[in-house]
């Protein structure tokens, strides 16, 4: 059984479909790329499934075009990551969760998954000095690094990933995230030091 990423990419089952057509993620993916940010999240006003979806999505996109990336699981208490790949959480409890890199179908996209359980709760891995540590590491390793954010909504995670890119998508659903919690989630990626490039519409 294939995953939905390779569903998109292969175009196989045509009512099996990611929240946006591959084709349209092949757009998204090469604005994003005038943009040149090596460091980027995912990330929406609401919770969702549909943040680490687009984020796996336009990650694929853009290792097609032959750049080298790696896609961060970033939303640690509800990891996606792992069933859009068809990929076994690792196992791994004592492990420094950023460390558990692994290679995809995908040539040139790798991703880091989230353990079953850790010891440190996401919060404090997030404001550790090694965060910023293997954020630096990624940035010579690969040419872009993507991370599958939380919401904006979920608490203060997202804005601390924020601190450590330098540019961000935000998923906002059609006519029903309200203009002011778009203007909100906007100033908190700001405020973070993470502009906003773009914003993907779901249904």
């Known amino acids: 059984m294939q995953s939905p990423i390779e569903d998109l990419i292969h175009g196989g089952n045509k009512k099996k479909k990611g929240v946006v057509s591959f084709d349209q993620m092949k757009?998204?993916?090469?604005?994003v790329e005038k943009h040149s940010?090596?460091?980027l999240m995912v990330t929406?006003?609401?919770?969702?499934?549909?943040v680490a979806m687009i984020a796996a999505e336009l990650a694929a996109a853009i290792a097609l075009q032959e750049r080298k990336v790696l896609l961060v699981e970033g939303d640690m208490n509800k990891p996606m990551l792992h069933e859009w790949f068809h990929m076994e959480q690792p196992a791994e409890k004592h492990q420094d969760p950023l460390t558990t890199v692994f290679s995809t179908f995908v040539p040139r996209l790798d991703v880091l998954l989230s353990p079953h359980s850790i010891d440190q709760k996401p919060l404090d891995i997030w404001l550790s000095p090694s965060f910023k540590q293997h954020v630096e590491s990624w940035n010579k390793i690969y040419d872009r690094v993507i991370f599958s954010a939380p919401s904006l909504s979920s608490g203060v995670e997202a804005e601390l990933i924020a601190e450590g890119c330098k540019e961000a998508l935000l998923v906002v659903r059609r006519n029903k995230d309200k203009l002011e919690e778009i203007k909100k989630a906007s100033a908190k990626l700001e405020m973070a030091g993470c502009r906003v490039i773009g914003v993907v519409y779901q249904q």
């Open 44 to 50: 929406s006003v609401p919770a969702g499934k549909s």
């Open 27 to 31: 757009v998204i993916s090469s604005k």
């Open 37 to 39: 940010p090596s460091i």
